[in-house]
């Protein structure tokens, strides 16, 4: 696993092999497959401890929830998630693309459950975040899970333009600073604010 991670890092998904990582690993292909069916399995292994760690990140967030209040909390899942980049920044980026791809068809059952319930958690964790706000009157009074949906675009998305704009400047890394003005934006969206006096104005200008 060590030897796949390596050789993923250096030569990305695509380009590596099973030859390349057995080779690393000191192992014989024969050897590496009696383990892992494909490359895409192998991978996909490795992408697992992304998603275990960023489900501790938030099981953390919500253990505490009660001692915070409903922003505070948005600000601690923005920390979070960028605790879950510095964690393994490689495999992260690896793992949104690898979840936008068909390579999830290549995979045997069992590790496709794993991710899928891994993942479901993640979303499932982050909604109760939302509906808690929602309750107390502090979210707009939208579906939980479709705000948690959200805030993993934004994430994702985020992660994936400022890496792409790495390698044009490697030396310029804006990630925590965009993703931080992005959370910012998102926490005054799903803020609840007061109704004005006198009914709210449409854009023909009726009331």
Do not use: C
Not at 8 to 24: C, H, P, Q, R, V
Not at 111 to 135: H, M, P, V, Y
Not at 170 to 183: I, M, P, R, V
Request: aromatic share 8%; charged share 30%.
């Amino acid at each position: 696993m060590v030897a796949a991670k390596r050789v993923f890092s250096e030569k990305g998904l695509n380009k590596a092999t099973m030859e390349d990582i057995a080779k690393e690993a000191e192992l014989s292909p024969g050897t590496l497959y009696l383990y892992f069916k494909n490359k895409d399995e192998l991978f996909s292994s490795l992408s697992i401890r992304i998603l275990q760690y960023l489900n501790i990140r938030l099981e953390h967030i919500t253990n505490t929830e009660g001692e915070k209040k409903p922003r505070d909390r948005i600000e601690a899942l923005k920390e979070a998630m960028y605790d879950v980049y510095e964690f393994d920044p490689v495999m992260l980026i690896n793992m949104f693309h690898l979840q936008s791809s068909e390579t999830l068809k290549n995979l045997s059952p069992e590790l496709l459950d794993n991710i899928k319930e891994l993942s479901q958690s993640s979303i499932q964790t982050t909604a109760r975040l939302f509906a808690e706000g929602i309750e107390e009157g502090e979210f707009i009074d939208e579906h939980p899970v479709a705000l948690a949906g959200i805030v993993w675009a934004i994430f994702s998305g985020v992660v994936l333009w400022e890496e792409s704009k790495r390698i044009i400047n490697d030396e310029k890394n804006y990630l925590k600073q965009t993703l931080g003005t992005a959370f910012e934006v998102f926490e005054r969206g799903i803020r609840k604010t007061p109704a004005k006096k006198g009914g709210s104005r449409k854009a023909d200008g009726s009331t």
